[in-house]
């Protein structure tokens, strides 16, 4: 399967979809990680299709007892005192090679894997095309005796359940549930997937800054509406999550919110998640960064 490979993915809804042809999964809070199995090594690929190995070589290393031939999509998911650490998952994806491993020592992960790509079997193969129920029972049975920290994400067709799970998995640091169609095939680039989250919030681009990359002040948003507003003020920890991608893409021109607010523009790969009240107002609050 060629490199970088387009994942699927989900769109927020503020129900889950009820019937017999929905599956459901708990939305764990990491990072998207696509892992490939090649012949003689282990290459990791972040939603954006970065090239991310050498940030985690415990998920690299585990990925040595999958068979040749294996590409899985999932999730990095670090638990610290019984819950997701989404702060601690950041942490290491900022990271540089010469401290991954110490990181990973500090920090261990965890891929939580939810959907199989290419199967090493050659009659198999690129498995994309069926439906979700049948690789779901290929990805069960592929990795049914590789050990942590590479695991299977549950799975339901119950609604009940996948609503117990909304209501009960919240303490542990699970941001919701992902709905999936029975009988549909993998598609990259789609949003065939629904998801519901605790908190209602919008998935926004970064678009630009103020102050300095090292350190901004408040990110540019394009809104669900076409409209590009500032952010409220960033605390310390949004700052230095968001600089290293801010660095690395350098200034873009200057540009203007659609009420007139200066920032600088920025090509680099970053979204954000605000909550979703504040998208009606010209400024609007950010929860989190996703670095792709």
């Known amino acids: ?10 769109r927020a809804v503020a129900r889950l979809p009820h019937g017999p042809s929905w599956w459901y999964e708990p939305k764990f809070d990491g990072h998207r990680l696509v892992m490939f199995r090649d012949a003689d090594t282990v290459v990791l690929q972040t939603r954006s299709g970065r090239d991310v190995t050498g940030v985690w070589p415990d998920l690299a290393a585990a990925g040595l007892r999958l068979e040749p031939g294996t590409v899985l999509d999932g999730e990095v998911v670090i638990w610290r005192q019984g819950r997701c650490d989404f702060a601690a998952v950041q942490s290491r994806a900022a990271s540089t090679p010469a401290r ?48 942590p920290p590479i695991q299977v994400v549950p799975a339901t067709d119950d609604y009940d359940t996948a609503v117990l799970w909304i209501e009960a998995l919240e303490p542990q640091g699970i941001e919701g549930v992902v709905a999936k169609p029975g009988r549909s095939a993998y598609r990259g680039g789609d949003r065939i997937w629904q998801k519901v989250r605790h908190t209602e919030v919008v998935d926004v681009a970064v678009i630009g800054y103020t102050g300095a990359s090292a350190r901004p002040r408040n990110l540019a948003v394009r809104l669900p509406d076409g409209r590009t507003a500032l952010s409220q003020r960033l605390g310390a920890p949004l700052a230095n999550a968001a600089a290293p991608a801010l660095i690395a893409a350098g200034p873009g021109p200057r540009g203007h919110t659609t009420a007139g607010d200066r920032y600088t523009s920025t090509t680099a790969e970053l979204e954000v998640e605000v909550a979703s009240g504040t998208t009606r107002h010209a400024v609007v609050t950010v929860l989190r960064l996703r670095i792709p």
Do not use: I
């Not at 261990?108 to 690129?126: K, R």
């Open 100 to 147: 991954a491993r110490n990181l990973a020592a500090a920090l261990p992960a965890t891929y939580a894997v939810w959907d199989v790509l290419h199967h090493p079997d050659p009659e198999l193969g690129d498995v994309r095309p069926r439906p979700y129920v049948e690789r779901r029972r290929v990805l069960l049975d592929l990795l049914a005796d590789v050990p």
């Open 1 to 10: 399967m060629d490199r970088p490979v387009a994942v699927a993915l989900a």
